[in-house]
C-alpha cells in the first residue's frame, strides 16, 4: 500500500494579502450592509446584524446560540476555533458559518413572521429579472444551430461561464459568436469537451445530478443544458441538487427554481415560455427532480459527506458539479501544487464527475508543468478574475 502523504495546509483566512483574507475584510461586512439595506427588519435585527459585522472586524468568533437543529453540529467544530478571531480560520469555514451566523441573526429558523425569509431575496430577483433577455437570446441563437455537437458545447460554456455572460457577448454576428466560443475556449485551462461529447453519445448515462451554483442567468443555463440532455435523450433522468436554505447571497434553493420556472412560464418572450413549461413537466413526471440535502450548505468539505449521500450519489452515472466553491469543496480547499493529478485527490468521489467551474478561488490543480508560473505572469489575478475557466472530466474507476 502507498504511504499516506501529508496534506497540504487548508486555505486560511490569515494568510496575508489572500482573496480568503479580502472576503472576510471587506466582502463579508459588505454583505452585511446589503441585507440590512435589501431587508426592512426590525431595529433589534439590525442591531444584531451591527454586531456581527463588529465581531468580524474586531471580535472573537462566537458560537450559534439559537435553538435549531444543526446548532450541535456547527459549534462542535466551532469549538475547534474557540478564542480565535475570523483572520484565524480555514477559508471554507470561515465563509460556510458566516452564513449560517448571518441567518441566526435574522431568526429565519425561528418561529414568527421571520421565519424562512431569504436575506438575499431582493438581490435573487434582480438577478432573475437581468437574466431573462439574455436567456431568450441565447435560445434564439441556440435554436439557429441545427449541429448537436456544436449546440452542446456552447450550453456547457453557458452554463460554464453563466455568472459572467453579458448582453454584449450575445448580440454579435453569427460569425464572431461562433469565434467566441473559440475565443472561450482560448479561456479554458483544461478542456475535457471532446471526452464529455463522446461519454454522452454513447448513451450510456441513465440518471445524472447537477449540483448547482448560482440563480440568475447560471440556473437558467442549468436549466437549458438540463432540457437539451432530457429532450435528446442524451439521459434518462436528471436531479438538481441545491441548498436547503440561503447561502453564499446567490446560491439557488428549490424556493429559486420555482421563481425561475415561474418567470419563465410568465413571460411573453415564446421561447423561455416553453422551456418554463418543459421544466414544468419534467418535475411533474419526475423526469427531473430536485433535493436540498444540508450537507450542501454545510462546514464540511465533500470528501466528508455522510454516508446516505455517498450512496446516493453512487448511484448516478455522472455528477455536474458546478463553480467555484462546490470546487473547493471536492479539493477540500487545500494548497494543492498546481500540477497535482486531480484523480489522486478526488478517488473518494461515489461517481464520475464533470467539472463545470469558473475561477474565483486561489486553487487549483492538474495543470501541466509551468502554466500556472505562466499565468500568474500575464495575469496575476488569474485564480480568481473569473476569465479563466475549466470543463474537466474524471471518470471513477470502480
Not at 211 to 224: P, R, T, W
Not at 309 to 328: A, C, H, P, W
Amino acid at each position: 500500500m502507498k504511504t499516506q502523504r501529508k496534506l497540504p495546509e487548508f486555505l486560511m483566512t490569515s494568510e496575508p494579502g489572500s482573496f480568503a483574507q479580502k472576503t472576510i475584510l471587506y466582502r463579508k461586512p459588505r454583505i452585511i450592509e446589503g441585507v440590512i439595506r435589501d431587508n426592512n427588519y426590525p431595529q433589534s435585527i439590525v442591531k444584531r446584524l451591527i454586531r456581527f459585522k463588529d465581531e468580524i472586524a474586531n471580535g472573537i468568533i462566537q458560537p450559534l446560540t439559537e435553538d435549531a437543529p444543526d446548532v450541535e453540529e456547527w459549534n462542535s467544530i466551532w469549538l475547534k476555533f474557540k478564542g480565535k478571531t475570523w483572520l484565524e480560520l480555514p477559508w471554507y469555514f470561515a465563509e460556510a458559518y458566516f452564513y449560517r451566523r448571518l441567518l441566526e441573526a435574522v431568526r429565519y429558523f425561528q418561529p414568527g413572521p421571520l421565519k424562512n425569509r431569504d436575506p438575499f431575496q431582493k438581490l435573487k430577483i434582480k438577478q432573475l429579472r437581468e437574466s431573462l433577455p439574455i436567456l431568450d437570446l441565447a435560445m434564439k441563437i441556440l435554436g439557429d444551430i441545427k449541429d448537436l455537437k456544436l449546440r452542446f458545447e456552447m450550453l456547457l460554456h453557458a452554463s460554464l461561464w453563466g455568472n459572467r455572460v453579458d448582453l454584449s457577448n450575445l448580440t454579435v454576428s453569427d460569425d464572431i459568436r461562433r469565434r467566441q466560443v473559440m475565443i472561450e475556449r482560448e479561456n479554458l485551462l483544461i478542456n475535457d469537451f471532446p471526452k464529455i461529447l463522446e461519454v454522452f453519445r454513447e448513451k450510456s448515462l441513465s440518471q445524472i445530478a447537477f449540483v448547482n451554483d448560482n440563480v440568475g442567468v447560471e440556473l437558467g443555463f442549468d436549466l437549458l443544458l438540463a432540457d437539451f440532455l432530457l429532450k435528446n435523450d442524451w439521459v434518462d433522468r436528471i436531479t438538481f441538487y441545491l441548498k436547503p436554505y440561503p447561502f453564499f447571497v446567490s446560491d439557488a434553493m428549490p424556493k429559486d427554481l420555482q421563481q425561475t420556472i415561474k418567470a419563465f412560464t410568465e413571460t411573453p418572450k415564446t421561447n423561455l415560455n416553453s422551456l418554463g413549461k418543459s421544466i414544468k413537466n419534467a418535475l411533474s413526471s419526475n423526469i427531473l427532480s430536485t433535493s436540498a440535502d444540508w450537507f450542501w450548505a454545510s462546514p464540511y468539505h465533500f470528501c466528508e459527506m455522510p454516508s446516505s449521500l455517498y450512496k446516493e450519489l453512487s448511484r448516478f452515472d455522472l455528477v455536474i458539479l458546478k463553480g467555484d466553491v462546490n470546487y473547493r469543496r471536492l479539493l477540500s480547499d487545500r494548497h494543492w501544487p498546481y500540477t497535482t493529478p486531480i484523480r489522486e485527490i478526488v478517488r473518494y468521489f461515489p461517481t464520475s464527475i464533470l467539472i463545470l467551474r469558473t475561477l474565483k478561488g486561489e486553487i487549483m490543480v492538474d495543470l501541466k508543468e509551468g502554466v500556472a508560473e505562466k499565468l500568474e505572469a500575464e495575469d496575476p489575478d488569474w485564480l480568481i478574475s473569473g476569465k479563466w475557466g475549466i470543463i474537466q472530466y474524471i471518470k471513477h474507476d470502480h
